[in-house]
């Protein structure tokens, strides 16, 4: 099945700092997703982007579907980003009972 | 406000019982799916349903079972025969096709 490498595994950043999280897998994607875990297990969904730019707030997240590779900006971070950064993906009909999870970045940002 | 509600936060439970987990949705959304999350690990898909009636295996669908009778609901049942049952548990919902998956809170079963 298709691999999903997240990277660095864990990120440790001043508030205000900005930070790039990497997402590599290893083929072709017709579904890709980010999600924030925050310190109390709730999953929130960031961006749907198997392709192309999008920006919401601070952060905005780039697949480059040809790359395979999807990376995720914060910038001006804030302790709540805090938390686990999940990156999943899809290479086939893009469904998501197919997703593959990779297995997170923990990020911490101290005030 | 739509969402996913599943309860209970946290459940405990002895060994060799079976437990239910309940997730309701009032998002509309014809897709709901289980995920079972370790410490320190991505999500892996339990079971999904796609329609009311209708319910797929995922990739670790051993020792639980679920039903789909009504649109809103998608409740899992633990099972006495889940080797490792205790885990954080976290049901998600979706329009049918690529579309943004949509997490509950969670629900930590521990068993001893």
């Known amino acids: 099945g298709i691999q999903v490498e997240q990277s660095p595994p864990d990120l440790i950043l001043q508030e205000g700092a900005n930070s790039t999280l990497r997402c590599n897998f290893s083929d072709s994607v017709n579904n890709l997703q980010w999600f924030h875990q925050n310190p109390w297990g709730q999953l929130i969904n960031l961006f749907y982007i198997p392709s192309g730019t999008k920006q919401n707030g601070r952060l905005s997240a780039t697949t480059v579907a040809t790359e395979r590779y999807s990376l995720l900006y914060i910038s001006s971070s804030q302790t709540t980003d805090s938390g686990v950064y999940f990156c999943a993906v899809e290479p086939g009909t893009g469904a998501n009972s197919k997703l593959t999870f990779g297995k997170g970045i923990t990020l911490s940002v101290r005030p | 406000d739509g969402g996913i509600t599943q309860s209970p936060k946290y459940l405990f439970r002895k060994e060799g019982q079976n437990v239910t987990l309940s997730c309701e949705q009032n998002?509309?959304?014809?897709?709901m799916y289980w995920y079972r999350q370790d410490p320190g690990q991505g999500l892996r898909l339990i079971y999904y349903s796609q329609i009311v009636n209708d319910f797929q295996k995922g990739d670790i669908a051993e020792g639980y079972s679920v039903s789909r009778e009504k649109k809103e609901s998608f409740p899992l049942t633990v099972t006495s025969a889940q080797k490792n049952p205790t885990a954080f548990y976290l049901c998600?919902?979706?329009?049918?096709?690529?579309?943004?998956?949509?997490f509950g809170n969670g629900t930590r079963l521990t068993v001893t």
């Open positions: 998600a919902s979706s329009i049918v096709g690529n579309s943004p998956l949509h």
């Open positions: 998002l509309n959304h014809d897709a």
